[in-house]
């Protein structure tokens, strides 16, 4: 069976850019605006508090792993009251070595490994939308590990550095969203495929993507009535079971447009459409171009 969360991140292609080390003492604080791209830190030993905007302020210990999928704005600190020193991260400068907030010198209260990565896919605030604005996983020591070998990979320029980097990145995904997934998660991909009843029916649409699906065969496959699995999906997943189902499918056709490895009427075929002027429509009414002309695009881009 299709596991959805790989499809996931395999549309997103994640691409490995910049981690480094970070550490504090004493009275500190930083207030990082804004950044848009994904970012993650791992907590070596000490704690801290972080607090992100739109989310409860958390305490971060030993062991900790925290990924942020689109990282808003955030403050990280000791736990004295401090004036937190402003950072924007689109703009500052890449550090050499351990950064170090607050008192320099001597033994920090906290040591913890950060860095950022990029999503090449054009879809990738699609696929965002459908994970948690926070993820916080507690004692998974493989996380640090997979951080650790992304700081090392990083700061060294050894043959097949990028192509290891990616593959690191991609791994650190799995295993922060796979960890985090239950039913407590916020309405998304991950809330979903923890439900008992939700999850098979989003295995089915994932492993087959061709077939006409009708919400009434979904609920079917999750053993409830459709009114029933409709709501329940919709409450669970954060979009009707339709509405999911059409933005995966247009996710997967521009994939395969922008690989141009198959005509238009092989790509409607692969993603449930009968016919190509059928998926032309839809596509056209989906991303506000004609599946031609999205095609070209890509190939002008590259």
């Known amino acids: 069976m299709t596991d959805p969360l790989t499809e996931?991140?395999?549309l997103l292609q994640p691409r490995a850019i910049f981690s480094k080390g970070i550490s504090g003492a004493g009275r500190w604080g930083v207030r990082y605006s804004d950044f848009g791209q994904p970012s993650f830190s791992a907590v070596l030993e000490g704690s801290c508090r972080l607090a992100v905007d739109g989310q409860p302020v958390i305490t971060l210990q030993a062991g900790d792993f925290v990924l942020l999928p689109a990282?808003?704005?955030f403050t990280m600190s000791g736990f004295e009251?401090?004036?937190?020193e402003r950072i924007d991260p689109k703009t500052a400068p890449s550090p050499r070595g351990e950064v170090r907030y607050g008192t320099r010198g001597g033994r920090p209260d906290v040591r913890m490994l950060g860095g950022f990565f990029v999503f090449d896919s054009p879809d990738a605030a699609l696929m965002v939308s459908l994970l948690p604005a926070l993820v916080h996983v507690r004692g998974v020591e493989r996380l640090t590990t997979l951080v650790r070998m992304v700081?090392?990979?990083?700061?060294?320029?050894?043959?097949?550095?990028?192509l290891v980097l990616t593959r690191l990145v991609e791994l650190l995904l799995i295993e922060a969203l796979r960890s985090t997934s239950r039913d407590d998660a916020p309405p998304g991909l991950l809330r979903g495929l923890a439900d008992a009843r939700i999850a098979p029916a989003i295995r089915q649409m994932h492993a087959h993507l061709q077939r006409s699906w009708t919400v009434e065969q979904l609920a079917k496959s999750?053993?409830?009535?459709?009114?029933?699995?409709f709501d329940r999906f919709t409450r669970t997943v954060g979009l009707p079971p339709m509405e999911y189902l059409l933005d995966w499918r247009m996710a997967v056709a521009r994939k395969l447009l922008r690989r141009r490895e198959l005509d238009i009427n092989e790509v409607a075929e692969r993603v449930g459409y009968s016919s190509a002027s059928t998926f032309s429509t839809a596509f056209s009414r989906h991303v506000g171009q004609s599946p031609g002309r999205y095609a070209r695009a890509a190939d002008a881009a590259r």
């Open 8 to 10: 996931v991140i395999s």
């Open 71 to 73: 990282t808003p704005g």
């Open 81 to 84: 009251p401090v004036v937190p």
């Open 151 to 162: 700081r090392d990979e990083t700061s060294e320029q050894r043959s097949g550095r990028d």
């Open 222 to 229: 999750a053993a409830l009535s459709r009114s029933a699995f």
